[in-house]
């Protein structure tokens, strides 16, 4: 161990007489770990988003085994209604709101880009259900009509959305009678009366339901009283497990994009490391000899390289993740038509850390192999 820590102090006193290697050491891990941050940051700002206004006393319904097609009877649903803990609003009727989705298009602004999302039918009370929903301009829809309301947001992104404006849904253009805010998402959300969108694609069952718990502590006797009833094929999750469940496909999909390039980073700052790092062994070959031929054994040299080529991985750590906080965090992305802020974290800085110490590792392994077999001769040939 003395040996181990007076070889890395004279390496670490020696930095400044090598700036040129270690700049390159420093600035490959910088890069690397900058765009890997700032890339999982899509993934966690993603997150963050779809899980903003979940509630634990909400829950979800769907048909046993499927979460997107409308294979929820009916008869089902009304049964749903009657189950207990199920929270009852002002008029004492159960705030259960049946819903149906198709697919509805629209155009952004700026680019013309066609984006595809689900166009929301729903039927019960929707405002008791969603307590942050707020109508902002114009009217709710009437039910048994072809009408729309549409989020500030759809707005702000999509063209053709300003109150008044006709939307055509199945070769009909449905006017927007209404525009609302709902909650912190930043998602453009359509609704229109349920019964009226299932009859004009011809559906006879609902997509999924929502309905309110009396308190959150409700959610295990609802869940056993469908389980117990053989008339039902529902599942019923918190809010949260659902919308993480519904997201889970999209999240993987930005977090392989994000690793698969960061690792692509990675590999290159660490063989500019590897170069470095020999170019450095190289350079104190009589250094590292001498030290052979007074008693100083191979693994204290090995030992100390190592740890010389992970402690310079550690600033380009701090500077990339750094660099992506003040450049990303916070920036507004729209990828698969979906939006949302990134957000650097500190968990995505701690790994950001780990990925720079796992690339000083790497990119000193075979340096530091190399420092610890310099022959004795080398130095005796010197002198």
């Avoid at 003395?2 to 670490?12: D, K, P, S, T």
């Avoid at 698969?336 to 392994?365: E, H, K, Q, R």
Wanted: charged share 15%; proline share 5%.
């Amino acid at each position: 161990m003395r040996q181990f820590l007076g070889i890395l102090a004279v390496n670490l006193a020696g930095v400044g007489q090598r700036l040129g290697a270690v700049l390159t050491i420093v600035v490959g891990v910088t890069c690397a770990v900058g765009v890997l941050v700032s890339m999982l940051a899509i993934g966690t700002g993603a997150r963050r988003q779809e899980l903003a206004d979940a509630r634990d006393d909400r829950v979800i319904v769907t048909h046993s085994g499927a979460r997107f097609q409308g294979s929820i009877p009916k008869d089902e649903a009304t049964t749903l209604r009657d189950m207990p803990g199920i929270r009852k609003n002002a008029k004492g009727e159960p705030i259960v709101v049946f819903n149906t989705l198709v697919p509805f298009e629209a155009r952004r602004r700026v680019t013309d880009k066609r984006i595809f999302f689900p166009l929301i039918g729903v039927s019960g009370d929707l405002p008791a259900l969603v307590p942050e929903f707020r109508l902002t301009e114009g009217r709710m829809f009437r039910r048994g009509l072809h009408e729309l309301i549409a989020s500030n947001t759809c707005v702000r992104q999509f063209s053709g959305f300003e109150l008044g404006a006709g939307r055509p849904v199945h070769g009909v253009d449905w006017p927007i009678v209404g525009l609302f805010d709902q909650g912190q998402g930043q998602q453009c959300v359509v609704y229109t009366d349920a019964d009226v969108l299932m009859s004009t694609f011809g559906s006879n069952a609902y997509t999924r339901l929502g309905a309110m718990l009396e308190s959150p502590g409700s959610f295990e006797p609802l869940r056993a009283a469908v389980q117990s009833n053989p008339s039902l094929h529902l599942d019923v999750q918190r809010e949260r497990e659902a919308v993480e469940q519904d997201f889970k496909p999209l999240n993987a999909l930005l977090n392989f994009i994000s690793y698969f390039v960061g690792s692509i980073m990675a590999i290159g700052a660490t063989l500019g490391a590897v170069n470095s790092l020999y170019a450095i062994v190289d350079a104190r070959r009589r250094e590292l000899a001498t030290l052979r031929a007074i008693g100083f054994r191979a693994a204290p040299i090995i030992a100390s390289v190592l740890c010389e080529s992970i402690l310079l991985a550690l600033p380009g750590a701090l500077l990339g993740g750094a660099l992506a906080w003040i450049l990303f965090n916070g920036l507004a992305a729209s990828p698969f038509g979906f939006s949302f802020n990134l957000a650097v974290t500190p968990d995505l800085a701690v790994i950001g850390v780990v990925w720079a110490l796992a690339m000083g590792f790497v990119g000193g392994l075979l340096p530091a192999l190399r420092a610890g077999r310099v022959p004795v001769t080398t130095a005796l040939r010197a002198t």
